[in-house]
């Protein structure tokens, strides 16, 4: 079946712009999950969806980022204001439900050039 | 707090050696620990994880990893590398917050020379 897929798979962008990630979860699958991976370091959590709840933003780095999920499909993750430091490569994950016997399937990540 | 740590941003074998990539964790809570690997331009794939089950765990790919909670390790090994296992490798352990919050090493990239 479908894998997690992501949209742009490339995004270049002017500081101070404002853009869209979007991810498509494994349908059927309820829990969805935001990770940044910068440039040689490993990924970091930014958000967790249970649903369209978010039980967990405490990843987001500061208030320019914010996430939405519609019901147990489409998420995507905003950046306002867009700033060179955010720049990096931004992966979403799906699993079956919550909890840690649950696999997180992973998008290929959109890969965010600010310039 | 978990974290990750791996040794060494990049480990060089040749076709047919041993592989071994490394991690030590730290976790307040009996850890669940995984190894991903992440091929150009791919998403991670999940090539083995650590339940609390069998301390040496089997993995796709002719990968497997040991769960040593003296040493808080779970390396990584294969015992015959072949050019297609090139790729970038992450070690996590999950926080066990209600969900499956994953925290990262900051990864290891194989590379295999003929």
């Known amino acids: 079946g479908a894998g997690v897929s992501q949209s742009p798979s490339n995004k270049v962008t002017e500081k101070g712009k404002d853009v869209e990630l979007r991810c498509d979860p494994i349908?059927?699958?309820?829990?969805l999950y935001w990770y940044r991976q910068r440039l040689g370091q490993g990924l970091e959590f930014l958000i967790y969806f249970q649903g369209n709840s978010a039980p967990d933003k405490s990843g987001l780095p500061s208030d320019r980022f914010s996430a939405e999920r519609t019901g147990e499909s489409v998420s995507t993750l905003t950046i306002q204001r867009t700033q060179q430091e955010d720049s990096a490569v931004y992966l979403c994950?799906?699993?079956?439900?919550?909890?840690?016997?649950?696999?997180?399937?992973f998008g290929p990540g959109t890969r965010l050039t600010v310039t | 707090a978990q974290s990750v740590t791996q040794l060494g941003s990049h480990v060089s074998v040749s076709e047919g050696a041993l592989v071994l990539l490394r991690c030590n964790y730290s976790?307040?809570?009996?850890?669940?620990l995984f190894w991903y690997v992440q091929y150009p331009n791919q998403g991670l794939q999940l090539l083995l994880k650590y339940t609390s089950a069998a301390t040496l765990v089997k993995g796709i790919n002719g990968f497997e990893a040991e769960f040593k909670k003296s040493e808080t390790s779970f390396h990584l090994t294969k015992p015959s590398a072949h050019m297609s296992d090139a790729a970038e490798y992450f070690c996590?352990?999950?926080?066990?917050?209600?969900?499956?919050?994953?925290?990262f090493g900051t990864g290891t990239r194989l590379l295999v020379s003929p």
């Open positions: 349908s059927g699958h309820t829990a």
């Open positions: 976790s307040s809570v009996p850890p669940y």
């Open positions: 996590a352990v999950s926080v066990d917050t209600g969900f499956q919050k994953l925290v």
């Open positions: 994950a799906s699993s079956l439900a919550q909890g840690r016997a649950y696999e997180q399937y």
